[in-house]
């Protein structure tokens, strides 16, 4: 699953304001693989271990329209 793209599931999570603003999520992927950015997502931190990479994302505190 590292090499599988995270993308889509991410702007459907937006989509679907599961998480409210200032919300966090946990992506761990394989070092290879970051993390692009997501409209409606904020990198807060990213943290290597190894070949794993852990990134701390924060639902946008911004009105989108």
């Given at each position: 699953?590292?090499?599988?793209?995270?993308?889509?599931?991410?702007?459907?999570?937006?989509?679907?304001r599961?998480?409210?603003?200032?919300?966090?999520?946990?992506?761990?992927?394989?070092?290879?693989?970051?993390?692009a950015?997501?409209?409606?997502?904020?990198?807060?931190?990213?943290?290597?271990?190894?070949?794993?990479?852990?990134?701390?994302?924060?639902?946008?505190?911004?009105?989108?329209?």
């Amino acid at each position: 699953p590292y090499a599988a793209p995270v993308e889509p599931l991410l702007r459907e999570l937006v989509a679907a304001r599961i998480l409210r603003p200032g919300g966090t999520l946990v992506v761990e992927r394989g070092r290879r693989h970051a993390v692009a950015p997501v409209d409606g997502l904020v990198l807060v931190e990213s943290r290597e271990y190894g070949d794993t990479v852990m990134s701390r994302l924060e639902a946008s505190t911004e009105s989108g329209g």
